[in-house]
């Protein structure tokens, strides 16, 4: 059985930080790309950041460059999204994803994801 599960969220001011991190199990997870995606009321899932498989290079949303670092760690399973000076917008769940490395794919594109942690609250106050 496949799981990923998320952590870290919670309730902040802006100009805060938080890290999120997810842990999977289930699947051999040095050769998964990883990816986090938000999804606000009312509105559809978005691309936050992505890792490649091999850990060489990482993606992000333009809405966050510069304040969010997506890092991953294999001993542990488990990747992470630091994210520094939170604004009111960045407010969502939060969720991690996984996705096969043995073929190509569309990074920012929720649909090319297998599989899917239950997501995480963050709540950037004013």
């Known amino acids: 059985q496949v799981q990923l599960v998320e952590s870290g969220g919670g309730l902040v001011q802006a100009g805060g930080s938080l890290r999120l991190s997810c842990t999977a199990s289930g699947i ?3 050769i998964y790309g990883m990816g986090w995606f938000r999804q606000a009321p009312g509105k559809e ?6 890792i490649r498989w091999s850990g060489d290079y990482t993606y992000y949303a333009d809405s966050v ?7 991953r760690d294999n001993a542990k399973n488990t990747v992470y999204l630091q994210m520094n000076s ?5 407010t969502a769940v939060y969720h991690c994803a996984s996705r096969y490395k043995g073929s190509s794919y569309h990074v920012d594109d929720p649909g090319e994801y ?12 004013s």
């Open 86 to 90: 939170l604004k009111p917008e960045d």
């Open 45 to 50: 899932r978005e691309f936050v950041a992505g």
């Open 65 to 71: 460059k510069g304040r969010f670092t997506i890092s």
């Open 114 to 125: 297998t599989y899917w942690g239950q997501g995480t609250q963050v709540t950037v106050s």
């Open 28 to 30: 051999t997870f040095r």
